[in-house]
């Protein structure tokens, strides 16, 4: 089983912008699914009109979470409030599934990675997934961990956790619903939250 969420590959690395959103069911999950498709969307057109702090050159996002916490869900909302049509699956025997996208701000490639299923860091290396992280694409990645540090500094994480999990003094404990901490560790991914 992969090693507990906490342990990330940005761990080093300070955050520009954090974030946390109240995910109270699964339709809130699809709507902030939809919110980040828009800001991916109007940070890819404000880099074509020059306008945005830094050319848009793709989108590393990691999701972290336990089973059931609501990663494919978020990654299947954000797809479809892309112009994604057809069915989609978790990669998590395939290990990715690439989705090419007619998008408002153009032609987009979306990679969903699941690495649940790594044992080893070296797997990653070994898959040759490294070349879909070059070529300007949005990479949604489960279990990023299991990469260990190979998958470098994200764009954004994405961290879903019950709200008994990340509970601050004075806080409840019930465990409806999920809460999303998202931070930003690039200013293209600032720019993405700052637009959630």
């Known amino acids: 089983m992969p090693e507990s969420p906490a342990r ?6 300070s955050a520009l912008l954090e974030r946390r959103f109240e995910l109270r069911d699964e339709a809130a999950t ?3 699914g939809v919110r980040f498709a828009r800001a ?6 404000a880099a074509r009109a020059g306008s945005s702090v830094e ?24 797809l479809r409030a892309l112009g994604h049509q057809g069915r989609v699956k978790s ?10 996208l007619d998008t408002a701000s153009g032609p ?9 299923r790594f044992a080893d860091p070296a797997e ?11 070529r300007g694409a949005v990479c949604l990645v489960e279990w990023p961990q299991q990469a260990g540090g190979l998958l470098g500094v994200p764009d954004l994480v994405f961290q879903l956790s019950l709200p008994g999990d990340v509970a601050s003094p004075g806080d409840s404990n019930e465990e409806e619903g999920r809460v999303l901490t998202a931070r930003a560790f690039s200013e293209t991914g600032k720019t ?5």
């Open 30 to 32: 699809t709507d902030f």
């Open 91 to 100: 990669p998590t025997y395939t290990l990715v599934e690439p989705y090419a």
């Open 108 to 116: 987009l490639d979306v990679y969903h990675f699941d690495l649940y």
């Open 192 to 196: 993405c939250l700052e637009r959630c």
């Open 8 to 13: 990330t590959t940005q761990a080093n690395s």
């Open 40 to 45: 991916v969307e109007a940070t890819r057109i």
């Open 55 to 78: 050319p848009f050159a793709g989108l590393q996002v990691q999701l972290i979470g336990d089973l059931g916490a609501g990663k494919t869900t978020l990654v299947r909302a954000t």
């Open 124 to 134: 990653w290396a070994d898959a040759g997934f490294r070349e879909y992280f070059d």
